[in-house]
């Protein structure tokens, strides 16, 4: 379950800050790996995915998309993306700064050859073991697939059609009605202030240049 960034909460929050640049700039990073916290399967929650392993002995890095990212040990069995149905053991915060990764053990997995087979597998839990959420503000992110996307007009601007997060924050990746390029909205409450997805949609503030074709690249720019 997640929660916009800006929003009252009567619990954890997301703590993720977006990089000043996110305001001016809605284009996608060149350089980051995406990371898509929605699940294909409409009756599946997407929670973690695995990455590298994390020494000789089993363990490997996961990244939480849970609100409080050490609760994903606690929903049991998951179903992982590979067919199997793997349940977490030991679990917790990885060094660094990046709250959502952690070091993981799977049961079953005691080596660096079965963490290896972990890397970029997904876990999910099926939707009817959630329950409902709470408020307006509380939601699974698969739910914002397919939303469409009105400015404070009431006019349509795009659909949403993916969540990704560059490590910022969630994003809302946007296709425009009149077609063309995609483009990313911070996902905040000051960009996205009302959701409604019994309705179907969401109102958004964006910048005026949301959809125009990215500028001519800085002359010190090395990429």
């Known amino acids: 379950m997640a929660r916009r960034p800006g929003s009252s909460s009567r619990g954890p929050a997301r ?41 000789l002995h089993g363990e ?5 998309h849970t609100s409080e990212p050490l609760a994903i040990a606690g929903y049991g069995p998951l179903h992982a993306s590979d067919g199997r149905t793997l349940e977490l053991a030991n679990v917790r ?11 993981v053990r799977v049961k079953g997995v005691d080596d660096r050859t079965g963490a290896e087979a972990l890397n ?17 503000d509380e939601f699974f992110l698969t739910d914002l697939i397919g939303l469409t996307v009105e400015d404070g007009a009431g006019t349509v601007i795009g659909t949403i059609v993916a969540v990704p997060n560059f490590g910022g924050g969630d994003l809302l990746e946007i296709r425009p009605a009149a077609g063309g390029p995609t483009a990313l909205l911070p996902f905040t409450k000051a960009f996205v202030p009302s959701l409604d997805i019994a309705g179907g949609k969401v109102v958004a503030d964006p910048p005026d240049d ?4 990215p500028g001519p690249k800085p002359a010190d720019d090395p990429g």
């Open 15 to 55: 703590s993720d800050r977006l990089p000043a640049e996110a305001v001016t700039s809605a284009r996608k990073p060149h350089a980051a790996a995406p990371t898509s916290p929605a699940s294909p399967d409409p009756g599946l929650v997407l929670l973690g995915e695995f990455g590298r392993p994390h020494g």
């Open 93 to 103: 915060p990885a060094a660094g700064s990046s709250p959502d990764l952690l070091i």
């Open 60 to 64: 490997v890095r996961l990244k939480s």
């Open 120 to 136: 970029r597998v997904t876990l999910a839990i099926a939707r009817e073991r959630l329950g409902e959420v709470e408020d307006e």
């Open 210 to 213: 949301l959809f125009a074709p």
